[in-house]
């Protein structure tokens, strides 16, 4: 797998962006894929995994309720909506294989989030 992340950018709190993951040469469809943040100073925190096929969700209590992780098959896609941040969620946010919250053995360079005012 060679998985690539896109939508990172510098937002206010309060605000939302859209995170999109995929993978260029293969298919998504049946991988457990969830995203991951890494901020500074702090461990790497899983925030939420979908499972392929039949699309089971973990989410982090940190994020349940303003984040929501979902799948476009169509499209190769995996995203993670995020709504409402706040400057704790600045981070490096990589998309990855997935076993629930934990990060498995692929994953991407990684889009940073700022949250900010």
């Known amino acids: 797998l060679q998985l690539v992340e896109s939508g990172g950018g510098l937002v206010e709190p309060g605000g939302s962006l859209r995170l999109s993951c995929t993978d260029r040469g293969v298919e998504l469809d049946y991988y457990a894929i969830g995203w991951y943040r890494q901020a500074p100073g702090k461990e790497r925190e899983g925030l939420s995994c979908i499972i392929g096929n039949t699309d089971k969700i973990f989410y982090a209590e940190s994020v349940k309720g303003r984040f929501t992780i979902s799948r476009d098959y169509t499209k190769n896609m995996v995203y993670l909506q995020m709504n409402n941040l706040k400057v704790e969620d600045s981070g490096v946010y990589h998309c990855?294989?997935?076993?629930?919250?934990?990060?498995?053995?692929?994953w991407g360079q990684g889009t940073r989030v700022t949250v900010s005012s």
């Open positions: 990855a294989t997935c076993d629930q919250l934990r990060m498995g053995d692929y």
